[in-house]
């Protein structure tokens, strides 16, 4: 079982930034591949970022590709998503998940865990 707890949403003007933290706790998060999902009112949950089970690979949407970074530092258990240029459609609900996988995965339904998700809202 793993556990996962987002922090650092909020509220971000145009052009700002933001980063949002995901930590793990109950097995061996090291272990797996992780990602980070967004989901606006109306709209379907879509992936935004992963990284396979060392951090060596990283994947993105084009949508966010050059603005939001992925990290994660598997010593604290902790995954990064830091969001730069963010724009009013970033506006969404942000879920961090964890797959029973060791290499990147962009459907959802690759993934076990997820944690209970974290508001960012960008305003124009």
């Known amino acids: 079982q793993v556990q996962l707890v987002e922090s650092g949403g909020g509220v971000v003007q145009t052009g700002g930034s933001l980063s949002v933290s995901c930590a793990a706790s109950g097995s061996t998060f090291s272990s797996y591949a992780m990602g980070w999902f967004r989901q606006a009112p109306g709209k379907e949950r879509e992936f935004v970022a992963g990284?396979?089970?060392?951090?060596?690979?990283?994947y993105y949407a084009d949508s966010v590709k050059g603005r939001f970074t992925i990290a994660r530092d598997n010593a604290k258990n902790t995954s990064y998503l830091q969001m730069n240029s963010l724009e009013p459609d970033d506006t969404a609900v942000y879920y961090c998940?964890?797959?029973?996988?060791?290499?990147?995965?962009?459907?959802?339904?690759?993934?076990?865990?997820w944690g209970q998700g974290t508001q960012v809202t960008v305003s124009s």
């Open positions: 998940a964890v797959g029973l996988i060791t290499i990147v995965a962009c459907m959802p339904f690759k993934y076990d865990y």
């Open positions: 990284t396979s089970w060392s951090g060596g690979t990283t």
